[in-house]
């Protein structure tokens, strides 16, 4: 902590969207550069200049750049631990890449560095260390979790439209020691928990939940939510469509495809009620994914 720092921004600007054809499920393209919030690289030694670089995400090539934002500045250690546990945060749990014989060390690494959230700061255009976020995090139930949250007939569950438009959200209900996390890619304003289910098994979604997981719901007017799975694929370097050698992969008839993704049998369909909101929103978790790939990138140019 008596040592001068270095903050360089990780940006992220998306140069060529995924093309209609690529787009299997119709999903909404998330240009990273629309969202404030980014990732930055803190460090003791300045990193030299380096190119610029593309990684493939769902919605398409993004172009990173490595920037340098300031220069000789102290951080409290307080302030440094908080850095140093957020660091760890991302990669244990949201990206999920630590195994059991790693042991996180970072003052023992050869290059040190930590990765943390940076955030436009009192409505100027300037971006620095969002240590109220890190705060947030930290103090947040669904940070390594399931939070038990209870909805009951006197207390019932309220949905909020905006709580739901930029978020991850964890369902309470199953996989309670490796939860699946997944993006709100829609809300169905026009679905119910009363509405039909997909399956010929089940009258309702109301009535799945109850038989599969014995759940009662207290709120049977709250819309339903169709989600995607956040990625396990943290490969970046190559485009989606194409394999390792650059070759494209087979494409099925994309009719099909359509078809395919335009069946309610097909989608994953969750009620807000039954699912935790994660602390993290899902702007900058896709930002996080890009994360493997970007350090790799970085490691080999220098």
Not at 184 to 189: I, L, R
């Amino acid at each position: 902590s008596d040592q001068p720092c270095y903050l360089y921004v990780i940006g992220m600007v998306l140069t060529t969207p995924l093309p209609d054809e690529l787009n299997f499920r119709r999903r909404k393209l998330y240009p990273p550069e629309d969202t404030t919030r980014c990732f930055g690289i803190l460090t003791a030694k300045p990193i030299p200049q380096i190119p610029h670089f593309p990684v493939y995400t769902r919605s398409g090539e993004v172009t990173i750049s490595i920037e340098l934002k300031k220069s000789g500045f102290m951080l409290s250690l307080q302030m440094l631990e908080l850095i140093t546990r957020l660091h760890q945060y991302i990669f244990s749990h949201i990206l999920r890449l630590e195994k059991p014989a790693l042991e996180f060390k970072p003052t023992d690494a050869d290059s040190a560095y930590c990765v943390l959230p940076l955030n436009v700061v009192n409505d100027s255009s300037t971006l620095d260390i969002d240590f109220k976020f890190m705060e947030d995090i930290e103090k947040s139930e669904a940070r390594i979790g399931i939070p038990s949250t209870k909805y009951t007939k006197e207390t019932p569950f309220v949905f909020k439209l905006e709580d739901y438009q930029d978020a991850v959200i964890i369902p309470r209900y199953r996989n309670f020691d490796q939860p699946h996390r997944f993006y709100v890619a829609d809300v169905y304003t026009d679905l119910t928990p009363l509405s039909k289910f997909p399956s010929p098994e089940y009258e309702t979604f109301a009535e799945y939940y109850k038989t599969k997981y014995n759940l009662d719901l207290t709120n049977l007017n709250q819309p339903l939510l169709d989600v995607d799975h956040t990625s396990s694929r943290l490969n970046l370097l190559t485009p989606r469509h194409l394999n390792q050698k650059g070759k494209a992969l087979p494409l099925s008839s994309a009719e099909k495809r359509k078809a395919k993704w335009e069946s309610l049998q097909n989608k994953q369909i969750l009620v807000p009620e039954l699912c935790a909101i994660h602390p993290i929103p899902a702007s900058l978790w896709r930002k996080a994914v890009c994360l493997p790939s970007i350090l790799y990138r970085l490691h080999c140019l220098l």
